[in-house]
């Protein structure tokens, strides 16, 4: 049974629930293999994803249902599974790494975890990325994908310092940087000068595969 399978059978069977959730249930790992596979269902129609209450850990998170019935759910299961042969030719980057949304997603898991309230631009909704509020404190965060070769990550880090300090009026604020974990970010972010990040007080979190944060 391969990973997408195992997911409709798993929401067929139990219904309703985030990627968190999805991933226990149906034992496919690490949880962004579940997060991809649903949001290509969704692209097929063959699976609804809204942001609510998850009916199983009882958190407000992107949740995962079938509108249409088993017979509909086949059929467009069959009709959206890629072909092999074409799936190279669908990435869009060069490198095993997780894409913009993708991020922005760990991002808002994280964050409401932690008990703030989050706004997400997803795609190429025009506004802040990454918004957080938790009583009087507000984080401002820009994500970027992994780009499609080392030229364009280059052109993301300086675009999204850029689209950071262009965003930067409220002095009470925390303001980030969001990018996958890859050397050549760690790279860049290392070059930065010292002064550069103490005087914009910006700090960058890496988004890792497996979902893991770390912020410097």
Known sequence: MTNQEKIVSTLRKLGAMCDDCLSSASMVKPRQTVNT???FLEQENALTRSKQ???RCKLSKITN???STDKQVVEKLSASRPDPAVVSVMKNHDVEALSEDEIKQVL???LSKEGWDVKVAWGRTPGIDVEATRGAERW???AKGPGSRQPMRVNYFIG???ETLQRMDDPEAQYAI???DLQQY???WGRLPELAKKRTKISILLVSLSDEIEQL
């Open 178 to 180: 969001a990018l996958p």
């Open 160 to 162: 999204i310092l850029g």
């Open 108 to 110: 808002s898991d994280w």
């Open 140 to 142: 401002v965060i820009e």
């Open 53 to 55: 209450l998850c009916p």
């Open 186 to 188: 760690r790279r860049l």
């Open 65 to 67: 249902y079938f509108e």
């Open 37 to 39: 596979e649903c949001r």
